[in-house]
């Protein structure tokens, strides 16, 4: 195991399953909203399924590739296949627990242990978190009111999982720095 200290490598397996659960349940709500007729809102739960799983493996790069144990949690708790307004609820409280009570743990812990891998780890996960749930946010919003969000091209770091909307991807990304060639695209 590359982590030296059991609390940091038992958060960072923690991370890993959740991040990993929310990878799975975002393509398979995305695949509900396009069913309800909400191409934009599939798009988005698509790309930020990407984005979690560039998450997942960063924590389990960080183990050294070892086996999540069966204690992982994942952050929001665990929903079923509802209307899309109603998942798009329970993306809001998953990236909203990862962003004011997960991560800042996770990642002060990881600074006190001098666990600097998995520090930026958790960082890269918070900083995109944060975005996720404006994201997510937004496209509640429209759906509420029986309508697709409005949405331009996603990129999505794959270092990061930095997310971004617009035209092109940005030139570097502003969390880890990686290239705009390397950004995945999910565009219109």
């Not at 909400?38 to 998450?55: G, M, Q, S, T």
């Not at 999540?68 to 909203?96: M, P, S, Y």
């Not at 009111?145 to 990304?173: R, S």
């Not at 880890?176 to 390397?182: I, S």
């Amino acid at each position: 195991m590359v982590v030296n200290n059991a609390m940091t490598a038992d958060f960072l397996r923690s991370a890993y399953g959740g991040e990993s659960m929310a990878h799975m349940r975002y393509l398979i709500w995305g695949d509900l909203a396009q069913e309800e007729g909400f191409p934009n809102v599939a798009r988005l739960f698509k790309a930020i399924a990407y984005a979690e799983w560039a998450h997942a493996d960063n924590h389990f790069k960080v183990l050294g590739g070892e086996k999540a144990q069966d204690n992982t949690v994942a952050a929001g708790g665990i929903f079923g296949c509802n209307k899309t307004v109603d998942n798009l609820q329970g993306a809001i409280d998953g990236e909203l627990h990862e962003i004011n009570q997960m991560y800042p743990i996770y990642l002060e812990t990881a600074r006190f242990q001098k666990e600097k891998r998995a520090e930026k780890a958790f960082h890269f996960a918070l900083e995109a978190e944060k975005i996720h749930a404006k994201m997510f946010q937004n496209a509640q919003d429209a759906v509420k009111q029986g309508k697709d969000m409005n949405l331009e091209n996603v990129y999505i770091c794959p270092i990061c999982g930095y997310t971004y909307e617009g035209a092109n991807a940005p030139e570097v990304c502003p969390v880890c720095g990686a290239k705009k060639e390397l950004f995945k695209a999910f565009e219109k």
